[in-house]
């Protein structure tokens, strides 16, 4: 490697790589994880509350033995993350139809329940059931919510994570040049999944749900890690859906992306067409994300 490279939101210099490989040779008994939480803690890598960023470091350790650059030990175990492998545990849903108006509802409850493991296992199924990208885990930041009805009934849910490291339409509408998207990018999420669960049938109840997570996901995300959250953004496929739910709740269109993944150097893998919103948290957002 010649000239610094740009890895998980970090820039790396030849040095970094070396001191990568040189400490798994002079300790080929070291795991993976083990690995990161020394890189973490050499780099004194943390997010806004001060915790270690081991899990980053470690998704970095794989990005660099994808582009050829270090080979990392054998893995010792499968991973244990049951969402992540696909075997999320099915619920037994009532499918009795819940129909008329937000007011007839009765008093709904959103709760952000990343901290609560049978809450999760829940949502985790309902996505896996019922969303058509189903669910692959969280890693890295994030923030879960579930809107339930008086009774506790499940009737959406919602994951906001990482954002997209690159998005011409948004770094456009904020001014960003690489080096601030790279200093501020954690002050961006993602609402990567959006489930308002099938036998549920309540018009505007999507667009109230977006807007009341809204009002409190800055300050959940703060307290969990330390940081607020400045701009949300999602990518709405445009043969599937029309975004009114988004667009309902105020979001900005800003476009859409070129039908490429980001997975595809070469160019020529097509994928879905998405329509790119933003929603501002913060009325001085450019300048914030600017800084």
């Given at each position: 490697m010649?000239?610094?490279?740009m890895?998980?939101?970090r820039?790396l210099?030849?040095?970094?790589?070396?001191?990568?490989r040189?400490l798994?040779v002079?300790?080929p008994?070291?795991?993976?994880r083990?690995?990161?939480?020394?890189i973490?803690?050499?780099?004194?890598?943390?997010?806004g509350?001060?915790?270690?960023?081991?899990?980053a470091?470690?998704?970095?350790?794989?990005?660099?033995e994808?582009?050829g650059?270090?080979q990392?030990p054998?893995?010792?175990r499968k991973p244990?993350?049951?969402?992540?492998e696909?075997?999320?545990?099915?619920?037994d849903?009532?499918?009795a139809?819940v129909t008329?108006?937000?007011?007839?509802?009765?008093?709904?409850?959103?709760?952000?329940?990343?901290?609560?493991?049978a809450?999760?296992?829940?949502m985790a199924?309902?996505?896996?059931?019922?969303h058509?990208l189903?669910?692959?885990g969280?890693?890295?930041?994030?923030?879960?919510?579930?809107v339930?009805?008086?009774?506790?009934?499940l009737?959406a849910?919602?994951?906001f994570g990482a954002?997209?490291w690159?998005?011409r339409a948004?770094?456009?509408?904020?001014?960003?040049?690489?080096?601030?998207r790279?200093?501020?990018?954690?002050c961006?999420t993602n609402n990567?999944r959006?489930?308002?669960?099938p036998?549920?049938?309540?018009a505007h109840?999507?667009s109230?749900v977006?807007g009341?997570t809204?009002?409190?996901?800055?300050?959940?995300w703060?307290?969990?890690?330390?940081?607020?959250i400045?701009?949300?953004?999602?990518?709405?496929?445009?043969?599937?859906?029309?975004g009114?739910?988004?667009?309902?709740?105020?979001?900005i269109?800003?476009?859409?992306?070129?039908?490429?993944?980001?997975?595809?150097?070469?160019?020529?893998l097509?994928?879905?067409v998405?329509?790119v919103?933003?929603?501002?948290?913060h009325?001085?957002?450019?300048?914030?994300?600017?800084?």
């Amino acid at each position: 490697m010649n000239e610094n490279l740009m890895v998980q939101g970090r820039q790396l210099e030849t040095s970094d790589i070396f001191r990568i490989r040189q400490l798994m040779v002079e300790n080929p008994g070291w795991s993976r994880r083990r690995l990161s939480e020394v890189i973490a803690q050499e780099w004194d890598w943390r997010n806004g509350s001060g915790r270690l960023k081991d899990m980053a470091a470690r998704t970095l350790l794989l990005k660099l033995e994808f582009r050829g650059l270090i080979q990392l030990p054998p893995r010792r175990r499968k991973p244990s993350n049951r969402m992540a492998e696909g075997r999320v545990s099915r619920q037994d849903w009532d499918m009795a139809s819940v129909t008329g108006t937000l007011r007839q509802l009765g008093p709904l409850t959103i709760r952000e329940i990343s901290g609560n493991a049978a809450e999760r296992q829940r949502m985790a199924a309902a996505l896996a059931e019922f969303h058509y990208l189903g669910y692959r885990g969280s890693v890295g930041e994030n923030t879960q919510y579930t809107v339930t009805d008086a009774a506790g009934r499940l009737l959406a849910c919602l994951l906001f994570g990482a954002p997209a490291w690159k998005c011409r339409a948004r770094d456009e509408f904020i001014g960003w040049s690489a080096a601030q998207r790279q200093r501020r990018l954690s002050c961006i999420t993602n609402n990567t999944r959006f489930l308002i669960l099938p036998f549920v049938r309540v018009a505007h109840l999507a667009s109230w749900v977006l807007g009341q997570t809204l009002r409190r996901l800055s300050q959940d995300w703060q307290r969990k890690y330390g940081h607020p959250i400045l701009l949300v953004e999602t990518f709405v496929e445009r043969d599937r859906f029309a975004g009114t739910s988004y667009r309902a709740a105020n979001w900005i269109r800003l476009g859409s992306t070129k039908g490429r993944s980001r997975q595809d150097r070469s160019h020529t893998l097509q994928v879905p067409v998405k329509d790119v919103y933003v929603y501002p948290l913060h009325h001085r957002f450019r300048e914030e994300l600017s800084a």
